[in-house]
């Protein structure tokens, strides 16, 4: 992927995550080809995994954006997502360089919003944001930013 391309990906992910506020906490995670094909194994920052996960084994629920739910495990020790992670890498087509935001909206529950690396359309765009308009709507985030860098509105 050109460069361009994949500072324009994280940047739209740094966008959401700082509209989403700092009521719940968030990070963001580019796809790497361990994450979405192979071995499907994914990664979590360290920090946020021993803060915020449970220090044990357990199973996290992954909510898209359409508020579907997905049972994944997490592995305390390996700071990271197992077991369901491959198939929600799957139905949700996720692709090296694809970035999620993750947003901890309970001790075992992250809302995840993808931003697509090589099909980014007005179309995800458009769904994303809509999300994004409801996450506002229910205070999740505060000192929300009036629009994106590129001038358009989050909630359009």
């Keep these: 992927m050109i460069s361009r391309e994949k500072n324009y990906v994280m940047e739209r992910a740094e966008e959401i995550q700082a509209y989403l506020g700092n009521k719940f906490l968030t990070c963001v995670k580019p796809m790497l080809p361990s994450h979405v094909s192979g071995g499907f194994w994914l990664g979590l920052p360290r920090k946020f995994c021993h803060l915020h996960l449970p ?29 369901g992670w491959r198939g929600f890498s799957i139905e949700h087509r996720l692709l090296e360089q694809d970035t999620l935001v993750f947003q901890l909206i309970e001790p075992d529950k992250l809302k995840i919003y993808i931003v697509r690396a090589n099909r980014l359309s007005e179309t995800d765009g458009a769904l994303g944001l809509m999300h994004l308009s409801h996450a506002k709507r229910t205070d999740f985030g505060q000192n929300v930013p009036e629009a994106f860098s590129d001038g358009s509105s989050p909630i359009d």
């Design 55 to 83: 220090n044990h084994d357990a199973i996290i629920i992954l909510v898209d954006e359409t508020e579907k739910e997905y049972q994944v495990v997490h592995i305390a020790e390996r700071t990271g997502l197992s077991g």
